[in-house]
C-alpha cells in the first residue's frame, strides 16, 4: 500500500472518530429526551425505551408557543437592526478614502476585545437608569451592540472583495445618489454577507440565556432558554433530565429549520470574504 494512500485512510480514521465523539453527547442526550419519565437507567444505553412523554410534558411546562413568540420576537428585531446598522457603517467604512476606513474599521474591531459579560454592571445600571429594565428592549439593545463588531468586520471586508466600485460609480454617473446606489447595488450583491452575518450573531442571540435571565423576569416574557430553568433541580428536587432534554431540542428545532434553509449563503458568505478580503 503506497504511503499517500495509508495517510488518507489514517485521516479518515481520525476524522470519523473526532466527528463520533463530537456526536455522542447529542446522541446521549436524544435517546435520554425519548425515555419516559421515570427511567433513570445509565445513559448509555442508547433508545432502548422509545417514549414521547417527555417531550408532551417539557412542552406544556415551557408554555412552548408563548416562549416561542418571545424567542421569535427578540431574535428577528436583533438581526433586523443589527443588519441595518451593520450594512450601513460597513459600507461607509469600506468606501472611505486615506486612513479614516482602516481607522474605523480597527475602531469597531476593538469591540471584540472586552466581552459584553465583562461590562456587564455598569451596563446594568445604564439599562435600568433609562426605564427600559424587564422589557424585551434590554436584550436587544445588549445582542446589537455585543455583535456590531465582528458583523461590521465581515460585511466591510465583504465589500472590499467582491463589490466593484465600478459598479457604484457607473449608478452615480447614471444619476442614482448615494442611498439608491446602496439600496439597488450595493445590498443585492452582498446578500451572503448578510445571510452569514444572520447565522454566525442570530444562533448565539437565539440560545442566550445571560442576557434574558438578567432583563426578563417576568414569566410572559421569558424566552425559549430561558424556561431550561424550570427543569433544574435544587435540594429537595432532583433534575428532571429527560424532560431537560427534550425541552433542549424543542428549544433548538426552529433554529435548525432556519439554518437548513440559509446554509448555502452561510457557507459562501463567510469563504468569499476570507479567501479575497
Not at 465583562?118 to 445604564?126: A, D
Not at 438578567?214 to 414569566?219: H, Q, T
Given at each position: 500500500?503506497?504511503?499517500?494512500v495509508?495517510k488518507?485512510?489514517i485521516?479518515?480514521?481520525?476524522?470519523?472518530l473526532f466527528?463520533?465523539?463530537?456526536?455522542?453527547p447529542?446522541i446521549?442526550a436524544?435517546?435520554g429526551?425519548?425515555?419516559?419519565l421515570k427511567?433513570?437507567?445509565?445513559?448509555?444505553?442508547?433508545?432502548?425505551?422509545?417514549?414521547?412523554?417527555s417531550?408532551?410534558l417539557?412542552?406544556d411546562?415551557?408554555?412552548?408557543f408563548?416562549s416561542?413568540?418571545?424567542?421569535?420576537l427578540?431574535?428577528f428585531?436583533?438581526?433586523?437592526?443589527l443588519l441595518?446598522f451593520?450594512?450601513m457603517a460597513?459600507y461607509?467604512?469600506?468606501?472611505?478614502?486615506?486612513?479614516?476606513?482602516p481607522?474605523?474599521?480597527i475602531f469597531f474591531?476593538a469591540?471584540?476585545?472586552?466581552s459584553a459579560q465583562?461590562?456587564?454592571?455598569?451596563?446594568?445600571?445604564?439599562v435600568?437608569?433609562?426605564g427600559?429594565?424587564?422589557?424585551?428592549?434590554?436584550?436587544i439593545?445588549?445582542?446589537?451592540?455585543?455583535?456590531l463588531p465582528?458583523s461590521?468586520?465581515?460585511?466591510?471586508?465583504?465589500?472590499?472583495?467582491?463589490?466593484?466600485?465600478?459598479?457604484?460609480?457607473?449608478a452615480?454617473?447614471?444619476g442614482?445618489?448615494?442611498?439608491?446606489?446602496?439600496g439597488q447595488?450595493?445590498?443585492p450583491l452582498?446578500k451572503?454577507?448578510?445571510?452569514?452575518i444572520?447565522?454566525?450573531?442570530?444562533?448565539?442571540?437565539?440560545?442566550d440565556?445571560f442576557?434574558?435571565m438578567?432583563?426578563?423576569?417576568?414569566?410572559e416574557?421569558?424566552t425559549?432558554?430561558?424556561t431550561m430553568?424550570?427543569?433544574i433541580g435544587?435540594?429537595?428536587?432532583?433534575?428532571?433530565?429527560n424532560?431537560?432534554?427534550a425541552?433542549?431540542?424543542?428549544?433548538?428545532i426552529?433554529?435548525?429549520?432556519?439554518?437548513?434553509?440559509?446554509?448555502?449563503?452561510f457557507?459562501s458568505?463567510l469563504t468569499?470574504?476570507?479567501?479575497?478580503g
Open positions: 500500500m503506497r504511503k499517500s495509508r488518507e485512510i485521516i479518515t480514521i481520525c476524522l470519523a466527528f463520533l465523539l463530537f456526536l455522542s447529542i446521549i436524544l435517546s429526551s425519548f425515555r419516559p427511567d433513570s437507567s445509565s445513559y448509555l444505553n442508547l433508545f432502548q425505551n422509545f417514549s414521547l412523554e417531550y408532551g417539557a412542552f411546562k415551557m408554555n412552548y408563548r416561542l413568540k418571545n424567542s421569535v427578540i431574535t428585531i436583533s438581526a433586523v437592526l441595518l451593520t450594512s460597513g461607509a467604512i469600506a468606501r472611505l478614502r486615506g486612513k479614516l476606513g481607522f474605523f474599521q474591531l469591540g471584540m476585545i472586552v465583562m461590562s456587564i454592571i455598569p451596563m446594568y445600571r445604564i435600568n437608569g433609562i427600559i429594565g424587564n422589557t424585551i428592549a434590554a436584550p439593545a445588549l445582542y446589537v451592540t455585543s455583535a465582528f461590521i468586520f465581515l460585511y466591510t471586508n465583504f465589500i472590499k472583495s467582491s463589490v466593484p466600485y465600478a459598479l457604484e460609480e457607473a452615480t454617473i447614471d442614482a445618489g448615494t442611498l439608491r446606489t446602496f447595488i450595493v445590498i452582498t451572503p454577507a448578510l445571510t452569514s444572520i447565522i454566525t450573531q442570530g444562533v448565539p442571540i437565539w440560545n440565556f442576557f434574558s438578567l432583563f426578563l423576569s417576568a414569566p416574557k421569558k425559549l432558554p430561558l430553568l424550570n427543569f435544587d435540594m429537595e428536587n432532583a433534575t428532571q433530565w424532560m431537560l432534554f425541552a433542549c431540542f424543542l428549544s433548538a426552529p433554529i435548525l429549520i432556519i439554518y437548513i434553509f440559509l446554509q448555502r449563503y457557507v458568505g468569499v470574504g476570507a479567501v479575497k
